[in-house]
């Protein structure tokens, strides 16, 4: 078979996870592997690694193929068509990892649609808070709200998602209405566990002068229900999703705060995958979907 020589090196990655240890026990450079690797993924048009300077890690399309490869060279040839076609047709396993407030909200009517439109494709989707690796936990796709660091993933942005930093009027009545950002400092607050820090920062409207104030928080955690009853509660203001706290607000049982500023970064939703080249049609066709559905939303 002409691959076969890539197919050697791809054990030898796969058995080793690591393209310099594989070069090392074929005895060629680590440059030759992913070069090989590279040629073959762009012979078959398949994504079979995902890698990080860490690790490296087989994409389905690369487990499938490696699975196959102690087999007759037909049951190859018939493993490679079958994984090609997920190019063209949505097939295989997509892992999906989300917000749990988020996906709850926004996405259960999306999963429940792909996995009845597409029957071809296995669906295991986890909704949690926590800060993954999308590479080691083998995800294909992860929807993340925020500024992004530069990660060296893929980052599509495919909806705003505004905040507000609220709070309830008993916090006001006891505090006083802030006028500046520099009025936060002593008030409580209620902050996401999962933010680097518990610092705000806000833009001036006017002159587009930028401060940042650290909070004084009181609870620290990583679910939506209890920012949100915190905060309604009076127990601190909260930086708050516009689309969990916007009917709230309407009804008065929270107030936004500084309305001469605008909070920065600007907040977006974030699909997140590990490469762009030879993007799987499963994952494209959900990224679509989750677009179809934020566009209809009221966000």
Do not use: W
């Not at 860490?54 to 068509?81: H, K, Y």
């Not at 002593?186 to 650290?214: C, G, M, R, W």
């Not at 008065?252 to 500084?258: D, K, Q, V």
């Not at 500023?261 to 994952?283: N, Q, S």
């Amino acid at each position: 078979m002409i691959f076969q020589n890539s197919f050697n090196i791809m054990i030898e990655v796969s058995k080793h996870k690591s393209f310099t240890k594989a070069a090392s026990k074929l005895g060629i450079s680590g440059a030759a592997v992913s070069k090989q690797i590279k040629i073959l993924e762009d012979r078959l048009q398949l994504v079979l690694f995902n890698r990080t300077t860490r690790v490296v890690t087989l994409t389905d399309a690369g487990e499938q193929l490696f699975e196959a490869l102690n087999r007759s060279e037909d049951e190859i040839t018939a493993v490679i068509r079958k994984i090609t076609h997920g190019l063209e047709q949505p097939t295989g396993k997509l892992r999906i990892n989300a917000p749990m407030a988020f996906g709850e909200r926004f996405l259960v009517d999306v999963i429940t649609d792909y996995a009845k439109q597409y029957p071809g494709v296995i669906l295991d989707i986890d909704f949690d808070d926590k800060q993954i690796n999308i590479i080691e936990e083998g995800y294909d796709l992860v929807i993340r709200i925020g500024k992004l660091d530069n990660s060296g993933l893929i980052a599509r942005r495919i909806s705003d998602f505004p905040a507000y930093v609220c709070a309830s009027p008993s916090l006001i009545k006891q505090y006083g209405m802030p006028l500046k950002p520099d009025d936060l400092k002593e008030i409580p607050s209620v902050v996401y566990k999962n933010y680097k820090n518990s610092n705000l920062t806000f833009k001036n409207k006017k002159t587009n002068e930028e401060t940042t104030i650290n909070t004084n928080p009181v609870i620290y955690t990583n679910t939506l229900a209890l920012l949100l009853n915190s905060t309604l509660k009076g127990i601190g203001l909260c930086r708050l999703p516009a689309v969990f706290c916007k009917d709230k607000i309407k009804t008065g049982e929270l107030l936004t705060l500084l309305p001469d500023y605008t909070m920065v970064p600007d907040r977006g939703v974030y699909a997140i995958y590990p490469d762009r080249r030879y993007l799987p049609m499963k994952v494209k066709l959900f990224i679509d979907a989750i677009n179809n559905q934020l566009k209809s939303s009221d966000i």
